[in-house]
């Protein structure tokens, strides 16, 4: 059985990018170009992982974040957040939202596989780094 993930990404080509890998690691994938897409297509589909950029127009990523720790339906799904802004403020704002971890952009395709393995093997737990690929 494959795993699905969302990638909610404004920038098309970060999002295809993300999703490329996604798939590459064995799931199946859906892009969310902006929040508003991405909460309608959480209406339809719970995945098991989602992958979530921080800055975006409108609603940015903290916000959705917030948004979906507070449904009971999305409460519990692992979220990667991702962003290429890695102050220590935003990497706070990004733990306090929900988000179970954060990773710098562009993204490696094997720091994105431990990074899966990590939380869905339950040691998701918030970082400004990848997992150490030795835990």
């Known amino acids: 059985m ?3 993930a969302l990638v909610v990404d404004d920038v098309r080509v970060a999002a ?3 999703a490329q890998a996604l798939e590459l690691l064995g799931y199946e994938t859906e892009i969310a170009f902006g929040s508003r ?3 309608e297509s959480l209406a339809r589909r719970i995945p098991d992982v989602i992958l ?7 609603v940015d990523g903290v916000e959705v974040c ?3 720790r507070r449904e009971p339906r999305t409460a519990s799904v692992p979220i990667i957040a ?4 890695v102050q220590p403020d935003t990497i706070a704002r990004v733990r306090q939202a929900g988000a179970n971890i954060f990773l710098p952009k562009p993204i490696e395709i094997e720091v994105l596989e ?5 939380l869905l ?3 998701a737990h918030i970082a400004s780094s990848p997992p150490n690929p030795r835990e």
């Open 16 to 18: 295809t990018t993300i």
């Open 37 to 39: 897409p991405a909460l």
């Open 66 to 68: 917030r948004h979906l």
């Open 52 to 58: 979530l950029d921080i800055n975006m127009p409108g």
């Open 82 to 85: 991702m962003s290429t802004e």
């Open 114 to 118: 431990r990074t899966l393995k990590g």
């Open 121 to 123: 093997a339950g040691k």
């Open 2 to 4: 494959s795993r699905y």
